[in-house]
């Protein structure tokens, strides 16, 4: 018998619109929450970014608590509280139970967070594995009571559900607590939680954190006062948009004319550089912008790319800075010498971005080990996917030997130090949305690179001046110690006082020895 065709009628019943949490529930690998070990420093993570960006709002110095409690084997509570500005009543349901929702991600300016996936995620993960809600507790202001929710989210709906609501006294005048039950596994390493906190306060070394384990408690104090430069937010530079970009921005736009919308809506073009574009569109700066078709669209867009515009503004970036980096790295190694740099802020794509390098350096540490690197964007740690990170290949390209360091082949240097390594931007391109890697453009490796060898440098000329010497001082100890049996067998053969033979070899050592190592260092160039 002929098989039954499937009518389109039929399959046209199975088709659904899919909700972006149906998609992050069947594809929550996608943000990172793909082992309980990743899901517990994930949800952690989500959290205290989220905590810290809201202090740096308010501009006050945070003071963010972080605890680990131990149900069982491959079962914890992660509670997060942080002394911010609060969330709203209305918008807590929404903050945390509603995915791709946030302030952030039309914003152009430097922050932590920006796609709005990070805390409803780990809540929608927590849901899956455990099935129990959400606990958040918000207050905005000592005048005003403070809001408890227990949460979770409708999937298909992709909308926050309130399990109960409730006001309650909490003894704190502003801050926001959250408590969370989720399937996953502490371990110590190097992408473990513990790892994740201690490089967020290097990151944020205005920041106290204490972070409480299965294990015990430890405290990061800030290593400044001082809070970070707050970034301004800038308007879309036209060297950084795409055609698409455009087309949408003059549907929507509220400016009346082609001239307004392009002074008002991008940074860095006057009424003057509006009116050349105009014209090498064969436009007319009069021109209502809804009313332009896509042929007129596409020379407006081409002439935007081939008009000469000055960079965007860079206070959109908030940098640690060479010497709040420097007290923050003291704060956590103990270090021989430590350089660290900001390099000038730089524009790809219309987008500006900013590296920052720090080297910690030990001779006292094991000479023959690969060189830790710590890979941070927007003051976050990237603890995964090292091997696929620009970051990582902008310091294996780097020439390491030169400065001091061993290196064999196209790898990480060895030797007793710590790389350190920030981009600050208002658009890090990251490989995916777990947002673990940054994406290998020319540019930003270049600038990398610029950043490491300005640093690689000073180290090169601290080995040599300070090591090397102190290797040259051990080894004239080394020929000291034998002098006394050298002047005996002298003595016997030549019938000399051993006391004026040992004064003489010890004056031919003091003078010769620099010399053989300035000749040793000619051998090794």
């Given at each position: ?29 996608l943000l990172g929450f793909d082992n309980p070990t990743r899901a517990l420093l994930m949800t952690v993570k ?135 039950e989720l399937e996953g596994r502490y371990q110590k390493g190097k992408q473990s939680v513990d790892e994740y ?84 569109s064969s436009l007319n700066p009069n021109d209502k912008p809804s009313k332009l078709t896509n042929e007129q ?229």
């Amino acid at each position: 018998m002929p098989k039954e065709v499937v009518k389109a009628e039929e399959l046209a019943r199975k088709q659904r619109e899919i909700s972006v949490s149906e998609f992050f529930a069947k594809n929550r690998h996608l943000l990172g929450f793909d082992n309980p070990t990743r899901a517990l420093l994930m949800t952690v993570k989500e959290f205290v970014d989220n905590s810290i960006d809201a202090c740096n709002e308010m501009r006050v110095p945070g003071d963010i608590k972080v605890e680990l409690k131990q149900l069982s084997e491959n079962r914890f509570i992660v509670i997060v509280e942080d002394n911010g500005p609060g969330i709203v009543k209305d918008q807590i349901p929404k903050v945390f139970g509603k995915l791709l929702y946030g302030s952030k991600f039309f914003s152009m300016k430097q922050s932590m967070g920006q796609q709005g996936l990070g805390a409803s995620v780990a809540v929608l993960y927590s849901q899956l594995t455990t099935g129990k809600p959400i606990k958040v507790i918000s207050r905005i202001s000592p005048k005003k009571p403070a809001h408890y929710y227990e949460l979770q989210i409708n999937t298909q709906k992709n909308e926050p559900e309130i399990l109960k609501e409730k006001d309650v006294d909490w003894k704190v005048d502003h801050g926001t607590k959250v408590e969370i039950e989720l399937e996953g596994r502490y371990q110590k390493g190097k992408q473990s939680v513990d790892e994740y906190v201690k490089q967020i306060s290097i990151a944020n070394p205005h920041i106290s954190i204490t972070y409480k384990t299965p294990e015990g408690t430890l405290k990061y104090q800030r290593a400044v006062n001082e809070l970070p430069v707050e970034p301004k937010e800038i308007k879309p530079h036209p060297y950084g948009i795409e055609l698409g970009n455009l087309i949408s921005m003059l549907s929507h736009t509220k400016a009346r004319t082609l001239q307004s919308f392009l002074t008002t809506e991008f940074s860095r073009i006057g009424s003057g550089t509006a009116k050349e574009m105009c014209s090498k569109s064969s436009l007319n700066p009069n021109d209502k912008p809804s009313k332009l078709t896509n042929e007129q669209i596409e020379k407006l867009f081409k002439a935007m790319q081939d008009t000469k515009i000055i960079a965007p503004p860079t206070d959109c970036l908030s940098p640690i800075k060479a010497e709040v980096l420097e007290k923050a790295l003291k704060k956590e190694y103990e270090a021989e010498f430590i350089i660290t740099t900001t390099r000038s802020p730089v524009v790809y794509r219309g987008f500006p971005f900013q590296i920052e390098v720090g080297i910690v350096y030990n001779s006292k540490w094991p000479q023959d080990e690969q060189t830790r690197l710590i890979r941070l964007a927007n003051r976050v740690p990237l603890l995964y996917q090292q091997g696929a990170c620009a970051i990582t290949e902008a310091v294996t390209d780097t020439n390491w030997k030169s400065y001091g360091l061993q290196q064999s082949g196209n790898n990480l240097p060895a030797g007793p130090a710590i790389i350190v390594v920030h981009m600050a931007s208002v658009w890090v391109p990251f490989t995916s949305e777990a947002k673990e890697a940054v994406a290998h453009y020319e540019d930003i490796i270049k600038e990398i690179k610029l950043a490491l060898q300005e640093c690689g440098r000073k180290l090169s000329i601290y080995i040599h001046k300070n090591i090397r010497a102190r290797e040259q001082k051990e080894r004239a100890s080394l020929f000291d110690a034998y002098i006394p049996e050298l002047a005996t067998a002298l003595n016997k053969l030549s019938g000399e006082p051993k006391t004026k033979i040992e004064q003489g070899l010890r004056k031919r050592l003091k003078k010769d020895l620099p010399l053989l190592m300035v000749g040793e260092e000619n051998v090794k160039k």
